[in-house]
């Protein structure tokens, strides 16, 4: 049986630690409060170092991790706008501005120095012990290793945690049979390695108190997933409503923000563009004022970003509202999607910029040397834990219980660092008269 709106709204507004910490005379609302603790969070702060595509080193103009998230949350705020506009009957179950901002500025706090490189990296050596998946240290992060409330993290309401909840499923769940086995080899087959979109399982007491306000149908039919093969993960199938508007609003921000990144360093050119033309709809283009696109986006820099923006517009003004029967409760229940002719643009665009931008050689070598600098630094550091790690770690690290919980606070130290303080520490440690005793950690 659904409960009343106003049940169901309020226990989203939950917090783990229901003993809320709040000053007198403050009256924020429960989303301005997420938002104010993720920006003022450590891990938020570290994005402004962390890859997106290409390093924080390369040069001055392209998206760092910082940079794209705050993008994903201003798309999603507007995202938010549009549907409240031309969805007005739904305007009652939509997240307000604060909390889609704060879910989309969140989303990628767990990503490792060097971008899915170090993500690949950390799964490899965690391989024995409970694996390493970005959005699952996302959660991780926000519900444990931040220091905002002792126990719970930030102390999160259970829609911001539900929001950057992208794959309601563990990582033993979904994990393909037949996996390799761990080695002593750094050099890895990075295909191998890629981990199943997941939380960790570490993290189940999380997940099943976000989980506990659902019906247990609504429970059964959120955690559906399609199951492992041999080789090749499983994948769940549903997300709700406030994470189905971070997603579309990160694969706009992916697929645009880091094309214009890709036109103006040089890496795409217009020939290039051709591939994509096709899929533009020709009246679906002139609807969306997206005729002359590609002139503009190899135009100068003004035509360029104007392009840009005429074409987060499009696809934002063709979001629309889906209706999801197998639910009871509306925050599962309804879910945002692109209308057809704007889902073609945007796969067109992700696939377009992985070909051109992610997957050559120029950006893979890159992706390697990460990969390579968070292997050896994890296997340093595991080989002698209470001389190398830092003091709050190594508390943790001599208070774990198990293996697998020692290892997991390794890997969390690792996973925090940005490109920057991992390279350091790798040159600290490997490169002669590299670093000195009154150069600090």
């Not at 120029?362 to 600098?373: A, D, H």
Request: charged share 25%.
């Amino acid at each position: 049986m659904q409960q009343p709106k106003s049940e169901w709204k309020n226990s989203l507004s939950d917090r783990r630690d229901p003993l809320v910490f709040q000053r007198q005379g403050d009256f924020r609302n429960p989303s301005e409060l997420d938002l104010a603790r993720i920006i003022h969070s450590a891990a938020f702060r570290r994005l402004q170092a962390k890859t997106q595509v290409l390093g924080v080193g390369e040069g001055d103009f392209h998206r760092t991790r910082l940079t794209h998230s705050m993008e994903v949350a201003q798309i999603g705020k507007g995202i938010v706008r549009t549907l409240s506009s031309t969805h007005p009957e739904y305007k009652d179950i939509l997240p307000d501005g604060d909390q889609i901002f704060c879910i989309g500025l969140a989303h990628d706090l767990g990503h490792p120095p060097f971008g899915h490189g170090g993500e690949i990296a950390l799964n490899y050596c965690m391989g024995n012990f409970g694996g390493f998946e970005a959005n699952g240290q996302t959660l991780r992060i926000l519900s444990k290793i931040e220091t905002h409330t002792h126990g719970y993290g930030l102390n999160l309401s259970r829609r911001t945690l539900l929001g950057i909840l992208k794959y309601p499923q563990t990582y033993s769940a979904l994990l393909k049979t037949e996996h390799p086995a761990v080695s002593g080899n750094s050099f890895i087959l990075a295909s191998d390695w890629k981990p199943p979109k997941c939380y960790h399982d570490q993290e189940s007491d999380v997940t099943d108190w976000i989980f506990d306000i659902f019906s247990s149908s609504d429970k059964k039919s959120f955690l559906n997933y399609i199951s492992p093969k041999a080789c090749e993960h499983g994948r769940t199938t549903e997300k709700a409503l406030d994470t189905s508007i971070m997603e579309i609003a990160d694969d706009i921000a992916y697929g645009i923000h880091d094309l214009e990144d890709g036109i103006t360093l040089n890496l795409i050119t217009k020939d290039m563009w051709q591939e994509v033309n096709r899929y533009f709809n020709s009246e679906w283009a002139k609807e969306n004022h997206l005729f002359d696109i590609q002139e503009k986006l190899f135009g100068n820099s003004s035509e360029r970003k104007r392009a840009v923006g005429s074409l987060v517009h499009a696809l934002i003004t063709n979001t629309e509202i889906i209706e999801i029967n197998t639910f009871e409760n509306p925050i599962l229940k309804f879910n945002a999607a692109l209308n057809q002719n704007a889902k073609e643009v945007l796969e067109s665009l992700k696939k377009f910029v992985f070909k051109n931008m992610i997957n050559i050689p120029e950006v893979q070598t890159l992706v390697f040397r990460g990969q390579q600098i968070v292997i050896r630094l994890f296997r340093a550091i595991s080989s002698d834990p209470t001389r190398f790690l830092k003091k709050s770690y190594k508390e943790q690290w001599e208070k774990a219980d198990s293996d697998a919980e020692k290892f997991r606070i390794i890997c969390d130290y690792i996973s925090g660092m940005t490109d920057e303080y991992a390279t350091r520490l790798y040159e600290r440690l490997f490169l002669p008269r590299q670093g000195t005793v009154f150069h600090r950690l």
